[in-house]
């Protein structure tokens, strides 16, 4: 079955740092584009990040660019999204999300998110 | 790239035609994606390249459009179909992805 399953996010103050995980089965983890969306309690979808097959690669949206690090381990099948200088606004579920329609950008598999919390 | 849904809320009856729209603010080609999102669950990939149906969803949802005018369609609407729908544009590189605000479905 293939899956991808968020861990990592908790309650953390502001100016904190956080470091979320997502790990991958039922797929070949090093032959995919990953990105990681994130979604403010009742708003909409935001992409945060993402990341190329070999890790070579790497962008991210304005809002995290400078404070945020996308990064993976292919020989564990896994993705991760280092967060720093954390701010009220970052508040969220960050779901981990493959790009898997090869040329599209479109995320075909979504994991379940994990909510990161921000305050003091 | 701005990408702006309409309408915010849209009420259907069960067994109508439900129709979404999503304008970009400027040429994205076909780059653009639809997905479901019901409450407490991630999203789920709809439509990719504005109007093929991803693996496993109902051939009553059809996406159209090109450029900067796009179109989501519940050809004949079931219960299940309650949802926020949110399109996505992919547009360019880097890559830069931005989605629309939603559009919340609700059955009349």
């Known amino acids: 079955e293939v899956q991808l399953v968020e861990s990592g996010g908790g309650l953390v103050q502001p100016g904190g740092s956080l470091r979320l995980s997502c790990t991958v089965s039922g797929f070949t983890f090093s032959g995919y584009w990953l990105s990681w969306v994130r979604q403010a309690p009742g708003k909409g979808l935001e992409w945060v990040a993402n990341?190329?097959?070999?890790?070579?690669?790497?962008y991210y949206g304005d809002p995290v660019k400078g404070r945020f690090t996308i990064s993976r381990d292919n020989a564990k099948n896994s993705l991760y999204l280092q967060m720093n200088s954390l701010r009220d606004e970052d508040m969220a579920m960050y779901f981990c999300a493959r790009e898997g329609v090869s040329g599209s950008g479109a995320f075909d598999i979504w994991g379940q998110g994990t909510m990161v919390t921000v305050s003091s | 790239i701005v990408m702006t849904q309409s309408p915010a809320t849209l009420s259907v009856s069960p067994g109508e035609r439900a129709t979404l729209s999503c304008r970009a603010s400027q040429n994205i080609g076909r780059n653009l994606a639809w997905y479901q999102q019901k409450p407490g669950q991630a999203p789920r990939l709809l439509i990719y390249?504005?109007?093929t149906g991803a693996t496993g969803i109902p051939a009553r949802f059809s996406g159209s459009g090109s450029g900067t005018d796009f179109t989501l369609t519940i050809s004949s609407l079931q219960s299940e179909d309650c949802a926020i729908y949110y399109c996505?544009?992919?547009?360019?590189?880097?890559?830069?992805?931005?989605f629309g605000q939603g559009t919340k479905l609700e059955i009349k």
């Open positions: 990341i190329k097959e070999d890790g070579s690669e790497k």
């Open positions: 996505h544009q992919s547009n360019g590189w880097p890559p830069r992805y931005t």
């Open positions: 390249g504005a109007s």
